[in-house]
């Protein structure tokens, strides 16, 4: 099972599905199923860097907090030890 090390934001899904967490120490972005506490990784390689791309191709430094777009389809990263406000794609 995914371990959390300082997780530093959450958004839940507009479904009420799914939350999203900035996983700070981890340098990730997890989803939490609401109704099974199952956690995957949906971007984030663990390593501590500045890169897009998607899913562990992604690399974010200490990642603080969160939102969701309106629609559910966007994730807004606060990517505290790069200065930058990512964008994840939600599948």
């Known amino acids: 099972a995914a371990q959390f ?8 899904s507009p479904d009420g599905g799914a939350l999203f967490v900035a996983d700070y120490g981890n ?9 099974t506490g199952e956690v995957t ?3 984030g390689s663990g390593e501590a860097g500045d890169a897009d ?3 562990d191709a992604a690399e974010f430094d200490n990642p603080s907090g969160i939102a969701i777009s309106p629609d559910g389809g966007a994730l807004f990263v606060a990517d505290n030890g790069n ?7 939600v599948a």
Not at 27 to 35: E, F, G, L, Y
Not at 83 to 89: A, L, P, S, T
């Open 53 to 55: 791309g998607v899913g």
């Open 83 to 89: 200065n930058k406000i990512r964008q994840v794609e």
């Open 5 to 12: 090390c300082c997780p530093a934001g959450i958004a839940i």
């Open 41 to 43: 990784t949906i971007a």
């Open 27 to 35: 340098d990730k972005i997890r989803r939490v199923a609401v109704t």
